[in-house]
């Protein structure tokens, strides 16, 4: 603990025992979590600056078994392959992604449409896409109305 004063370096220690005393890890986590407090931080610190849904910021061995599995996974991978895993945990599109995406999609509409059939339900639910089209374009239509009659308006968004 090299810049670290003597006072937060037993502080941290303590914390760490108690910390160990009540959290399973393996001998290589162990080692991470020592010398990451021994680098003056808190075992409920990270260095990702991750967070739990609360807020409250998630422990450093969280975080490091997250991304250890990350790149356990990502070995596993070709490149092409990995660019796409990802942009998927980062919420980005990629051609691979979509097209992946959309098979799937369309094979659950294919299903869908089966079971439907099945239960001689497919012309109802044909009735249904057909009026909610409609609808759709008529909300369309009449928005398109207010926003001429009312060019000034401020939109979210735009």
């Given at each position: 603990m090299g810049t670290v004063s003597k006072e937060k370096a037993a502080y941290l220690w303590n914390e760490l025992t108690e910390y160990e005393k009540h959290t399973k890890m393996t001998a290589t986590e162990r080692a991470a979590l020592h010398e990451w407090v021994l680098?003056?931080?808190?075992?409920?610190?990270n260095g990702s600056m991750a967070s739990t849904e609360s807020g409250e910021p998630c422990d450093f061995l969280d975080v490091y078994r997250y991304e250890e599995a990350l790149r356990q996974d990502l070995k596993k991978l070709s490149t092409r392959e990995q660019?796409?895993?990802?942009?998927?945990?980062?919420n980005e599109d990629t051609i691979d992604n979509l097209r992946e995406d959309f098979n799937e999609l369309f094979f659950?509409?294919?299903i869908y449409e089966q079971v439907l059939q099945i239960y001689g339900l497919l012309e109802e639910a044909k009735i249904k896409i057909k009026n909610a089209k409609e609808g759709s374009r008529e909300r369309a239509k009449q928005f398109d109305e207010w926003l001429a009659a009312h060019p000034d308006a401020e939109l979210p968004f735009n």
């Open positions: 680098e003056g931080y808190s075992v409920h610190e660019e796409n895993y990802l942009a998927r945990l980062r659950k509409a294919e």
